[in-house]
């Protein structure tokens, strides 16, 4: 009796996961040919940066218009090929393209954010620079409040600067700048000495900060905070105009 009543509970047990196989099959098969129902687009705005638009997202999606996705039969959409569309958008990092269960296309992406701005002293239009060291043009949408960077000499900064192991020093500089809410909102713009040294203006103080080459970043940005803490309120904002961090152990002060 217990041998029987244990081949039963098998055989049960076998039979409601072939059913459950069975559904899910059917199911699978049910969505494959249902019909593309709504087109949803959602943005990644973890910076709280508006640099695409879901109209621009739908408009890459479809082709200006051109491809019809909402009705179109499933089996003729290529999900990566739609996914390579929105990656050609200079301000989208990655995006997802994929169907639910009800039929709907969604479309997430997430978006590429500049750290610094090229300022170009020539005619040509300034250009953001993204945490890569890749070019973004600027946007129609949304103005990014990141530092401005440039030579001091007028020659023009390109976005290949930052590519050599040399130039990611200042990359990572800049990156510096950015992941810090304090640095963020005090360096106001960082200029690039002839010789490759790094100054910079501030936008609270009159001084202006030497800082010397990209090189022991965190180090230095900690002696300019013992200045901030000790100096500006013993003597005031106004008493120095110059001040050096760029050798060991050293602050100068002028």
């Known amino acids: 009796m217990a041998l029987k009543r244990k081949a039963k509970n098998v055989l049960f047990i076998v039979g409601s996961i072939l059913m459950l196989s069975g559904l899910s099959v059917f199911a699978a098969v049910r969505q494959a040919q249902r019909p593309v129902r709504r087109v949803i687009v959602t943005i990644g705005n973890e910076f709280n940066n ?43 990092r990655d995006a997802q393209v994929y169907r639910d269960l009800a039929g709907n296309l969604h479309a997430d992406v997430r978006q590429n954010r500049p750290i610094a701005r090229l300022a170009h002293s020539d005619s040509r239009q300034d250009e953001y620079l993204d945490a890569n060291g890749q070019a973004l043009p600027l946007s129609a949408l949304y103005s990014a409040r990141v530092v401005p960077i440039t030579k001091l000499n007028g020659q ?90 760029e050798f060991e152990n050293q602050i100068i002060c002028e």
């Open 156 to 245: 023009p900064l390109e976005a290949e600067f930052f590519q050599d192991s040399t130039g990611r020093r200042y990359l990572d500089f800049l990156r510096y700048i950015d992941e810090h809410p304090f640095w963020h909102a005090q360096v106001a713009e960082v200029f690039i000495s002839p010789k490759g040294k790094l100054i910079f203006t501030q936008q609270v103080g009159d001084q202006r900060v030497e800082f010397g080459f990209p090189e022991n970043i965190s180090e230095k940005f900690a002696k300019l905070m013992v200045f901030y803490r000790q100096i500006p309120p013993a003597l005031g904002w106004d008493t120095y105009h110059r001040v050096n961090v």
């Open 50 to 92: 508006f640099f695409i638009s879901e109209q621009q997202v739908t408009s890459l999606l479809t082709r200006n218009g051109n491809q019809r996705l909402v009705g179109a039969n499933p089996q003729n959409l290529d999900l990566r090929t739609l996914e390579r569309r929105l990656e050609t958008h200079p301000f989208v």
